[in-house]
Each structure stands twice: as C-alpha cells, then as structure tokens.
Nanobody, 121 residues
Framework: QVQLAESGGGLVQPGGSLRLSCAAS????????MGWYRQAPGKQRELVAT???????NYADSVKGRFAISRDNAKNTVYLQMNSLKPEDTAVYYC???????????????WGKGTLVTVSS
C-alpha cells in the first residue's frame, strides 16, 4: 500500500531550527494534499501546515512566520522548515497525505508514525 516515513526530529534549544522530512512510498498514483500535524503531551492533535497540489498553503496561526512547508513532487516528499522554535512547539509531529493508490478510485488519508521534536534548554 502506501507508507509515510518522517525524519528530522530531535532536541533543539529555544530559538533554534529543525527541518522535518516525510517521504511517501508504495503504489502511488497521485498525491493531493500533504501536510504536518502535531500532538503535544496531554493535548489533541492539531494542524501545523498543509500544502495542496496547486493550491495555497495553510498554516496554524501559532507557526505563521516561523515555519515553512514545501514539497518535492518528484520525490513524493514534504518538508517542514521550523525556525525560531519555542518550548511550546514541543510535540510529536505527524506527516499526513491524501494519496490515490493503485486499485483505488479515490484518495485516502495516510499518516506517518510521527517524529518527536523537543525544544528545551
């Protein structure tokens, strides 16, 4: 089927930067929206940024001006550049994609397993 694999998480000091990557693999015919969500301890999963193919990007207000989402469609990969990180950005970050796979007539939502980002001094 389809797998999403995140990488790039880790420990960073406040004010630092990290770049997350997520590669989709499998029997992929097309990918529409790719994006990032996060879940902090004790909180619900929330949208961070999404990037539809051919459409405008969407960011959570809390990350506007600090985070940037981008895609490499040839590699079925989405990135999240995170700058000026704050302790409240600490969370597990999940990759999300709407993928039309071989044998399916419409796109389905897939999730990665998540990568932990910890912002702490």
């Amino acid at each position: 089927q389809v797998q999403l694999a995140e990488s790039g998480g880790g420990l960073v000091q406040p004010g630092g930067s990290l770049r997350l990557s997520c590669a989709a693999s499998g029997s992929i015919l097309s990918i529409t929206t790719m994006g990032w969500y996060r879940q902090a301890p004790g909180k619900q999963r929330e949208l961070v940024a999404t990037m539809p193919s051919g459409g405008p990007t969407n960011y959570a207000d809390s990350v506007k001006g600090r985070f940037a989402i981008s895609r490499d469609n040839a590699k079925n990969t989405v990135y999240l550049q995170m700058n000026s990180l704050k302790p409240e950005d600490t969370a597990v970050y999940y990759c999300n994609a709407v993928v039309r796979a071989t044998g399916f007539s419409h796109g389905l939502v897939y999730w990665g397993k998540g990568t932990l980002v910890t912002v702490s001094s």
